[in-house]
Nanobody
Framework: QAQLVESGGGLVQAGGSLRLSCAAS????????MAWYRQAPGKQRELVAR???????NYADSVKGRFTISRDNAKNTMYLQMNSLKPEDTAVYYC??????????????WGQGTQVTVSS
């Protein structure tokens, strides 16, 4: 079993910045793709950005040029640097990771979520 723990959420004014972290721990042999999702009240959960083990990244159009996803494979940690935040970025942000154990069993894990609130 593995666990994901997010941190770094909070309240910020429009135009400000926040940095989210997602740390994986437990029985980990390797981590394939890692991703950030968000869910605003009354809306479906949506993909914000993802990063593959080799470093390739994808972003939602709504965050391109403002958010940067990265990961430190040695620390099993992923980050999301969020700049030029807008009120519409307000949501609970979740991290997700495809984690493989030593017995070659792989599955997706989700973090508990961290609230990001952007005031206008």
């Amino acid at each position: 079993q593995a666990q994901l723990v997010e941190s770094g959420g909070g309240l910020v004014q429009a135009g400000g910045s926040l940095r989210l972290s997602c740390a994986a721990s437990g029985s980990i042999f390797s981590i394939a793709v890692m991703a950030w999702y968000r869910q605003a009240p009354g809306k479906q959960r949506e993909l914000v950005a993802r990063i593959f083990s080799g470093g390739i990244t994808n972003y939602a159009d709504s965050v391109k040029g403002r958010f940067t996803i990265s990961r430190d494979n040695a620390k099993n940690t992923m980050y999301l640097q969020m700049n030029s935040l807008k009120p519409e970025d307000t949501a609970v942000y979740y991290c997700k990771a495809e984690i493989w154990s030593a017995d070659l069993a792989g599955r997706d894990y989700w973090g508990q979520g961290t609230q990001v609130t952007v005031s206008s």
